[in-house]
């Protein structure tokens, strides 16, 4: 464990002087908070309404921020470590490649749990957000969310070939969902062509799920949601660990 810590303070350090990954998963959500409270301020989602847009587009900018951990720094950094060969100096080694693994995981949780709270503050002192729902039902939403996208990414590592093919997969699949699942702006103002499309989108799941649990709804209420970011996490997981053990680590 002593081993294992130390791993993961590295890794820890190394997201840190990544430029991209702490821009995108700290810095860029405030900035899309700001860009879209200066554009619509924070006015009621309807009149006479009791959220406004604020309350909605908060948690819906936390889960552009798993988006960018689980789909982007995640996966990218351990197809990284597989082309420079990192893997195979450390099964040289008691630790083993499944503790870099996982710490790679675990520094990318924090990372992820670190973004949605500066989030949430910037959110608080800014537009005075309100967030009517419990600390367990927005923990087991957090989770749920974060849990989808980092399967989703480790999956991505193990079909892509190399990193400019996990590069390619991972960019496309979190740009489609972050613009069309309503992460960015509310899907209200969608069509219904974009809407119908978004419904096979795992990000718009999770986007409906932190909204609700956010402006107070019971998790019962979200079911479907639930289930489905569950069977993405079981699927996209299984499928990624049979195709890891396919792969060449030579």
Do not use: H
């Not at 099964?91 to 500066?118: C, E, H, R």
């Not at 399967?151 to 960019?171: H, V």
């Not at 489609?176 to 990000?203: E, H, Y």
């Not at 979200?222 to 079981?234: A, K, R």
């Amino acid at each position: 464990m002593k081993g294992f810590a130390v791993i993961c303070k590295m890794e820890l350090r190394l997201f840190t002087r990544d430029f991209f990954g702490v821009f995108f998963a700290l810095v860029f959500p405030v900035l899309m908070l700001l860009l879209f409270g200066g554009i619509y301020g924070n006015t009621p989602i309807y009149d006479g309404a009791d959220v406004r847009i604020m309350d909605i587009s908060v948690p819906a900018y936390a889960v552009m921020v798993t988006g960018v951990t689980g789909l982007m720094s995640l996966p990218l950094t351990l197809s990284g470590y597989k082309e420079k060969k990192i893997y195979k100096r450390f099964d040289a080694t008691p630790v083993g490649k499944k503790s870099i693994m996982l710490a790679q995981v675990f520094a990318n949780f924090i990372m992820t749990l670190v973004g949605i709270l500066i989030l949430l503050i910037a959110g608080k002192l800014l537009y005075q957000i309100q967030i009517k729902g419990n600390f367990l039902s927005i923990g087991v939403s957090t989770l749920f969310s974060i849990a989808a996208m980092f399967s989703m990414g480790f999956l991505f590592t193990a079909i892509g070939r190399d990193l400019k093919s996990t590069t390619l997969l991972c960019y496309l699949f979190y740009f489609v969902m972050l613009f069309l699942s309503g992460a960015t702006m509310p899907d209200m103002l969608f069509p219904d062509t974009i809407k119908r499309i978004s419904d096979f989108l795992p990000m718009t799941y999770a986007v409906d799920l932190m909204q609700g649990v956010f402006a107070g709804d019971s998790l019962d209420q979200y079911g479907v949601e639930l289930l489905i970011l569950g069977g993405v996490t079981v699927v996209c997981t299984a499928l990624g660990a049979a195709l890891y053990r396919k792969k060449d680590w030579t």
